[in-house]
């Protein structure tokens, strides 16, 4: 059993956000975590950025194919490319927080628009898309409140554009479906609204709500992984 780790749209270096829960998991499970790498974001060879949410997909699906057992996890448009990379026998279980679990022909884009108070994002004009308006401490206070600031420095080093693609492309397939799943609803995310997230989580087959913000991985590692060993125990 190991545990793969989708980040959510821009920002880069998903071990990074990855590590805190990540250690803290091996250290009490033995389990491994990765991370997959995304191209939208950059991660891989240039040339797959344009492929968007289907290289992404395409991604996930190739650390699948070299695992026995995984639990994977979704963090926020992470759960956009767990749907899209379809079923795979690998997967014993999905992990959603603060994340997505879209109907086939749903975008990225189609599902943000319908928030309240949406993130703004710009258009850099070269076929990516980018955070508008934000500094570190704007970027902090809207989704790491709850992080200390030297924590909210390094995060904010690790904003980066993203294509468009990841946004605006249509689901063709929905991996959730049938899948044993568990959503962790971020209870002071001030990221993705509260109502979305319950919304989606009514597609898991369970979900609790913990008193976080949007990066429960980073801030309260420790709930994370109960969850994670709550799962474990009852594989």
Known sequence: MELIFVHGALVRDGQWWWQRTADLLRERTGIRSRSVALPSCGETAPEQVAGGLVADAAALRRELDDVDSAIVVGHSYGGTVIAEAGQHPAVSHLLYVSSYLPDIGQSQGVIMSGESDPVSIGDNGDGTLGLSGYDWASFGARFLQDADEPTQHQAWERVTAQTAGAFM???????????????IVCGQDRSTSVELQRFHADRATRSVELPTGHHPFISRPDLVVEQLQALLSQA
Request: glycine share 14%.
């Open 169 to 183: 492309t249509p689901t063709s397939a929905d991996g959730w479906r049938g899948i044993d799943s568990t959503y």
